[in-house]
C-alpha cells in the first residue's frame, strides 16, 4: 500500500487550452482582438438585448444595465437596485456578455460586438462617449466609478487567511 | 408455476371470515405491492415538494427551495436539496465532460470522469447555503407570513463524496506566483467564481457523490466543486476548468449579485464565509400547534468556519434563553439540529434561537444586522430570526 | 412579460459567432433546462437501480437490494435502499394508522401519526442489514461470479429520525412482569417479532424520517419500528401495535427464516445482533480495473453491537494486512466508510478486509463460520469477503 | 423549558384491544374458540394451499409445511431446507395462518378453519391422528419434535442482556 499521490491527468495541449480559454482578467488580460463602439452597439442592443433589459439599460424585467446602486424609481425589487453601472470592473461587461449573454442563446456574438455592446453599456454610464472604440486597449483603461469603492473581504477583513480567529484549545 | 399465475383463481377464496378482523383496514387484508426499482414518497406526502422562485421573470434562471420545515434530521434528501440555476440545467454526457486545469502551473492536465471516479475520495456531511437565504427578513420592512422553507428554504445538507483538490492541484503543479482559482462550469452561462488557492488546498472537493449516490444533473452531475462553508454560488456545478491566477478575474457574480453593499454604498467583495446562523423549523411559520400542552422545539444550526458550539433558545421574545440539546454526531461545517422540550400553555409566544460556533461567532439580531448593509443588499444574512405563537397556536414570522 | 414570450424570437439571433466558442459542447450554447420539484437521478445513471430477487416465485414477497457498488460514502438514497417485504407494500393513509401499546401495562394508550409527529424526536445515523444478507457465500460451495450489490446488498444507511420509545412505554407505565414487546406491522401478513423491552428502552426509535423527509411506504410510512443493530427483519414496517408480554409471542419468522440451524441442527432462536462485518466496494465483483497504476480500495465496516474499531485490508489473500483510513464520523451501528491507497501492478492479487468492533469482536473466515451453521444456513452470515482481481483487471468473488 | 415528559397518548379501550389482539402465544394464551380436525384441513387445504405448498406440503413453490430440516430430493434451494415440521411452537402455525394465509388472501379463513389447517398439517408431521380434534386446548397442549432442539440465543448467549461483553474504558 502507498501514500497518496495521483498521476492519472493526462496532458492538456495548449490548442486545447487556447479554445477554453474565454476569461478575461480585469487587467485585460485575454481580451480577444476585435473592437466595437458604442454606436454600433445601441443597435445590436435594441435588437438582442431591449427586449429584456429595457430601453437604455432600465425598466426592464432583467437586470438594469446602468445607473447608481439603490431602488430605482420604477421598481423596488431589491436585484434591481443593483447594476452594471456600479460594477468595480469593466472588463466584467465584456467577459460576461461574451460567455453568457443574450440569455436565450449564450456565445452568438461575434468579439466584435460584445466590444460595441460593452462600449454602448459604458456609454449608457456616461464614462465614455458613443463614438469611442472599445478594445482590448482602451477596454483595461476604464476605470469604473465604484472602483474605489469596492474592497475584497477576504483580503482586507481575512487578511488574506483561511481563518483569522484562532481555532480555540481543545 | 409463480404466483402471479395463481392469484386469479385464488382471490375468489372464501368469505366465511371471522369477526375479529372486521375492524381491520383494507390494508391489511390485501397483500401490498412490490418494490420499486427506484423507490419515491409517499403519495401522501406529495404536498413535500421544492418552493419554486420566479426570478427576473426569466424561464431560464431556476431557483427552488427546500421545505425545511417538512423535514427533520440534518440531511436533505437530493430531491429535496435547495437549486439556483443562473442558466438552467444542462444536459451533460459524462463521456462528453473533462476536467481541465490550466494556468500557472506546470503541467495543464485534464481528467475524464471516468478517471476520477477510480480517484482517492473523501466523504464529508455539509451543509450549502445559499448567500441569499432568509433574504426576506432583511428587506421586508414587516415580517412577511411565510413557511420557514419559504424564507430560510436556501440551505440543505447532505454527504457530500468526491476527489480532495488538493491531489490534483499537486498533479499539475501550482507556480510560485498561483494565489487564486477561477473555476469555471459547463452550463450555457459558462459560471465562474474566484477561489482563493488555500481553500482549494484545504478541504474542497470534486464531489462525485451525494448522500450516497452519484450527483444529480440539478447538482451538478457529472460533478460540481463544494468548497465546504463557503456561499453556495462558489460550489460551482458542472465544473470542468480551473485556471490558476495571480489575480481573481472579476466574474459577473461577483460584481454585484454575490457582493454585499454596505450602509455606507462600499461594494464588499469576496466574503466568502457562511457565518454562524440557526432557524427553528418546528414549529414554525404557518404551522398550527392543536392545542396548549407538551412540544418539542426544533431547528437547525451552523457555521461555514467550523462546529456548532451551544445554541440558546427563548421562548419569551429573548428575556430568558435556555440551552437546547446538541444532536450530534456535530460536524463542521454541517447543519447540526437542536431540540428543547417546551410547555405551551396557550398564551401568545414568541420563540428564537441563537447560535454560537467554535471559534466564539454569534448572530446578530436583525437590527444590528440591518445597520451595516444598504437597505436592498440581502445576502449573507445570519441574524436572529424568531416566530410568534398566537394565542390560538398560529405561528408566523415575527421580528423582534 | 416574462422571458418565455421573447424565447420564440430570439432564438433566431445572429450567427455571426466567434471561432472560441467552436469546440464548445452544445450544452454550453444551449440553456438548461428548470428544476424538478422533486429531483431524480442523471438518466445517465439509470442503470443504478435496486437489484430484485424472487423468493419462492411469489409475486407478493417482493426483495430488491441495494447497488452498493455503484455508491459511495455512508448513507444510501431512500430510494436504493435494499428492501424485503413478506406480504408487499401496503397504501397506509395516515389517517388510518394508530401506534397502540397495551398487554402488561398500567394504561393501554393510542397515539395518531399527528400527534407523534409533535413528540420529542432523536436523529441518528444507522445501519439496517438483512439477516440473509451475504448468503450466497455461504451457501454456494464456490464462489458465484456476482457483483457486490448482489451478494452483500442486503445493506444500507440512513439517517433515522423519529420518537425514542422510552418516553411512549413511560406513558403506558410497565408492569413488573413485563419483559418483551410483540411488534406487530399494518401490512396484510401482521408482521410480527418479539423484542426485549431492554433493548426498546435503550435505542430503539419509532421511525417517522429516513434522510430527512417523511419514510416512504417501502420503509413503513407512516411509521416503522427502528431497532440499531438488530437484524433488519426485527424493524418492523407500518408498525401499528405493540403488546408487552412475560414472554416473546414465537412468531412465524421467529421458528424458521430468521432463526439459524446449527451444525448440529439445533434451531437457534432470537439471535439479534448483526455482529461485525465489512466488505470492498470498490473493486468489486464484476468491475473492470482499465489499468495498472494508482487506486483506492474502498469500502464499508459496521457492527451491530457498537463503532467500528479498525479495519484491515490485504491484497496478497491475506498474507500481510495493513490498515485502512476509517473515514469519520465514525458513529455507533453506522456504516463507516474505509479506504486505503493501493498500486495495481498488473498481476493477479486477492483483496480482502477484516473489520474490529469496539468491543473487539472479530470476522470469522468463510471456513470457521461454516462449520459453525448446518450447510442451508445462511442467516447472519459475517465472515470475511475476498475478490479476485486477475491479471487482465477483471475482478471477481473469491473464497480464500 | 420542561424535563421530556410526554403524555398526548389517548386511552386505548378494552373493546378496540380485543379487536386487535390476534397474537397467539406459545402457552396457548389468546387462542380463540373453535376447533377442527385434519379431515377437515386437509379438504380445506386441498382448495386453497394446495397450490403453492403441494400434496402434503411438499413440492411446492412456497415453504414446506412437513418433513425434518434439510433439503429435501426435490429441490437445493436453502429456503426449502426448511420445515414447518420443525418449527419449535405450534401455537405459531395457528398464528400464521390465521393473520397471514392464503397468502394472496389473507385473514379469510374462520378460526375452525384454522384449527383444521393446523390440525393437517401437524397430522402431515406425524404428530397427531388425523381424527384428532384440535383447539384452544389440545393446541396448546401439542409438543414439537424440534421443541428441544431449539434455543433462545438471546437468553442462553446473550444472558439477556444487552451487552455480555462490558464496554471499553475510554
Ligand atoms: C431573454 C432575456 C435577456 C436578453 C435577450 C438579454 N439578457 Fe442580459 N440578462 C438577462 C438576465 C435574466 C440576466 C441576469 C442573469 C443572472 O443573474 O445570472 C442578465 C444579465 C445581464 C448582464 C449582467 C447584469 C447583472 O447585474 O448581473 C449583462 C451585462 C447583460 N445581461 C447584457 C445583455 C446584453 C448585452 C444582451 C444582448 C446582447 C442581453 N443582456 C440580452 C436577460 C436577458
Ligand atoms: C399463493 C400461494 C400460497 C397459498 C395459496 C398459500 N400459501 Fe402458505 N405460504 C406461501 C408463501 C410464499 C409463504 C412464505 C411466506 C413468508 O416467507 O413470509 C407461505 C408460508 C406459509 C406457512 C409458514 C411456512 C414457513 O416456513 O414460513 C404456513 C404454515 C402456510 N403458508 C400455510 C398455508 C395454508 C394453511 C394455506 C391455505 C389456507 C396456505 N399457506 C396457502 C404461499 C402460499
Ligand atoms: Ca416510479
Ligand atoms: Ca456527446
Ligand atoms: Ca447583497
Ligand atoms: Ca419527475
Ligand atoms: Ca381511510
Ligand atoms: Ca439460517
Ligand atoms: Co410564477
Ligand atoms: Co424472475
Not at chain 2, 139 to 166: E, F, N, R, Y
Not at chain 2, 305 to 318: W, Y
Amino acid at each position: 500500500f502507498d501514500e497518496i499521490q495521483t498521476n492519472s491527468g493526462k496532458t492538456l495541449e495548449q490548442k486545447e487550452i487556447d479554445s477554453w480559454s474565454i476569461t478575461v482578467y480585469p487587467n485585460g488580460r485575454n481580451l480577444p482582438e476585435g473592437s466595437g463602439n458604442a454606436l454600433q452597439g445601441e443597435r445590436i442592443y435594441q435588437d438582442k438585448c431591449l427586449m429584456c433589459h429595457g430601453p437604455n439599460g432600465e425598466q426592464g424585467v432583467a437586470p438594469r444595465l446602468a445607473g447608481e446602486l439603490g431602488y430605482p424609481e420604477w421598481s423596488n425589487h431589491p436585484l434591481l437596485a443593483l447594476t452594471v453601472g456600479a460594477w468595480p470592473h469593466a472588463t466584467s461587461i465584456f467577459d460576461y456578455i461574451r460567455r453568457a449573454m443574450p440569455h436565450q442563446s449564450p456565445k452568438t456574438l461575434s468579439n466584435s460586438d460584445v466590444y460595441a455592446l460593452t462600449a454602448y453599456i459604458l456609454s449608457l454610464n456616461d464614462l465614455i462617449e458613443k463614438s469611442t472604440e472599445m478594445n482590448r486597449e482602451t477596454l483595461s483603461n476604464i476605470v469604473m466609478p465604484y472602483k474605489t469603492k469596492s474592497y475584497n473581504a477576504w483580503e482586507v477583513e481575512e487578511q488574506g487567511r483561511l481563518n483569522v480567529i484562532e481555532p480555540p484549545q481543545e | 408455476a409463480t404466483f402471479l399465475s395463481v392469484l386469479a383463481a385464488s382471490s375468489a377464496s372464501s368469505a366465511a371470515q371471522t369477526d375479529v378482523f372486521d375492524d381491520h383496514p383494507k390494508h391489511m387484508k390485501i397483500p401490498g405491492v412490490a418494490s420499486e426499482l427506484y423507490g419515491e414518497p409517499s403519495k401522501y406526502e406529495s404536498h413535500v415538494k421544492r418552493l419554486p422562485e420566479h426570478v427576473y421573470g426569466s424561464s431560464i434562471i431556476t431557483a427552488a427551495f427546500t421545505p425545511i420545515d417538512q423535514l427533520n434530521g440534518i440531511i436533505t434528501p437530493a430531491g429535496l436539496h435547495f437549486v439556483v440555476h443562473h442558466n438552467g440545467i444542462p444536459d451533460i454526457e459524462p463521456s462528453d465532460h473533462e476536467f481541465k486545469i490550466h494556468g500557472l502551473v506546470h503541467k495543464p492536465l485534464k481528467w475524464s470522469v471516468e478517471s476520477l471516479l477510480n480517484y482517492p475520495m473523501v466523504s464529508r456531511v455539509h451543509f450549502l447555503e445559499c448567500a441569499g437565504n432568509s433574504g426576506p427578513n432583511v428587506i421586508a420592512d414587516a415580517p412577511m407570513d411565510m413557511t420557514c422553507g419559504q424564507i430560510h428554504g436556501q440551505i440543505s445538507g447532505s454527504l457530500w463524496t468526491g476527489v480532495p483538490l488538493k491531489y490534483l492541484l499537486d498533479e499539475v503543479g501550482i507556480k510560485p506566483n498561483g494565489k487564486w482559482a477561477m473555476c469555471e462550469g459547463a452550463d450555457s452561462g459558462n459560471h465562474v467564481r474566484n477561489i482563493p488557492l488555500q481553500k482549494l488546498y484545504d478541504d474542497a472537493i470534486i464531489a462525485l457523490y451525494q448522500n450516497g449516490e452519484r450527483i444529480r444533473p440539478d447538482q451538478g452531475y457529472p460533478m460540481r466543486l463544494f468548497v465546504p462553508g463557503y456561499e453556495g454560488n462558489m460550489n460551482v456545478k458542472w465544473l470542468h476548468r480551473m485556471e490558476i491566477s495571480d489575480i481573481p478575474s472579476q466574474s459577473k457574480d461577483e460584481q454585484s449579485l454575490y457582493a454585499d453593499i454596505t450602509a455606507d454604498e462600499r461594494v464588499k467583495q469576496y466574503s466568502f464565509n457562511m457565518e454562524v446562523k440557526s432557524v427553528i423549523t418546528k414549529p414554525s411559520g404557518k404551522q398550527q400547534l392543536p392545542m396548549s400542552g407538551f412540544y418539542e422545539i426544533s431547528g437547525f444550526a451552523w457555521s461555514g468556519r467550523g462546529k456548532v458550539q451551544k445554541v440558546e433558545v427563548s421562548a419569551d421574545g429573548g428575556k430568558t434563553w435556555a440551552l437546547a440539546h446538541l444532536e450530534g454526531p456535530i460536524m463542521s461545517k454541517s447543519l447540526t439540529r437542536f431540540t428543547i422540550p417546551w410547555r405551551w400553555n396557550g398564551q401568545k409566544a414568541i420563540i428564537l434561537s441563537r447560535a454560537m460556533d467554535e471559534y466564539g461567532n454569534t448572530q446578530p439580531t436583525r437590527q444590528e444586522w440591518v445597520s451595516r448593509y444598504a437597505r436592498y443588499s440581502h445576502g449573507h444574512n445570519n441574524s436572529i430570526n424568531a416566530w410568534l405563537v398566537s394565542n390560538n397556536g398560529r405561528v408566523s414570522n415575527f421580528y423582534v
